[in-house]
């Protein structure tokens, strides 16, 4: 199994730029409409929760009011800590961030590390005119981490692989970094990407295979011929990494 991580993490290494786009016309979407830090951050609170498939709008409307009516506001990335509720010997760190999302009302695991992955995207250049926060960190100190994004697409991935852990988002958290701890947790948030391109069906329907249909409902994933043939030949690489 180890020889197979490094296998999937190398090809994923080696294939980022086929969803920086998508991620970067992302965030753009949600935050370039607006001038202001706070509308920024605000907008991209909003787009991530409300990616939700059942969001439940009574909670997530109480946490919307707790950000209206905090005198620290989304100005600073400290001042957010400090709004959802940080100590002050609370280190300021994506971790923080992530630990504190995860108590607020409507908030979960995969949306507290979207959230927090976004913010940590944001601000270390994948464009500039996404900063918003002079205060958030550029790099990740040692007791900082980042976490994986664990949904119906990840968890069907370590499905084909043999379930070899448990199959939750914190089992499959501690599983990378116990097993892989010298990679940039960063480079596995691509792991999503290639398993939403190479799924088909839902739950126990789901098959693997190129899903060019997916694909180009990618608002920012190029479109040219060229690209989305070699974007099916990649996929069927993955999908041989991830079986064999």
């Not at 199994?1 to 980022?16: H, T, V």
């Not at 979407?29 to 607006?34: E, K, L, T």
């Not at 059942?54 to 997530?60: G, I």
Request: glycine residues 4%.
């Amino acid at each position: 199994m180890n020889q197979k991580l490094n296998d999937i993490y190398s090809f994923l290494n080696e294939n980022r730029a086929y969803n920086l786009p998508v991620q970067i016309g992302a965030y753009k979407m949600a935050m370039m409409p607006y001038n202001t830090t706070y509308d920024k951050v605000y907008a991209l609170l909003y787009s991530i929760l409300n990616s939700q498939s059942q969001l439940k709008m009574d909670k997530s409307a109480v946490f919307f009011q707790t950000i209206a009516n905090s005198d620290n506001s989304l100005n600073s990335f400290a001042g957010f800590l400090k709004t959802l509720g940080a100590s002050s010997d609370m280190p300021i760190t994506y971790k923080s961030m992530f630990q504190l999302l995860t108590k607020q009302p409507s908030w979960g695991d995969k949306t507290a590390a979207l959230f927090v992955k976004a913010i940590y995207h944001t601000h270390i250049g994948y464009a500039k005119e996404l900063h918003f926060w002079d205060d958030a960190p550029k790099i990740l100190a040692e007791d900082d981490e980042l976490f994986l994004p664990v949904d119906a697409v990840i968890l069907y991935l370590f499905q084909e692989m043999g379930n070899p852990c448990a199959n939750s988002f914190s089992g499959i958290n501690t599983y990378l970094k116990n097993k892989m701890p010298n990679s940039n947790f960063e480079v596995w948030d691509d792991f999503w990407f290639w398993g939403f391109i190479t799924q088909k069906g839902n739950d126990d329907k789901r098959t693997m295979e190129f899903n060019e249909a997916k694909y180009w409902n990618m608002l920012d994933a190029p479109k040219d011929k060229e690209t989305i043939a070699t974007t099916q030949q990649l996929a069927n690489q993955f999908i041989d990494l991830l079986k064999n």
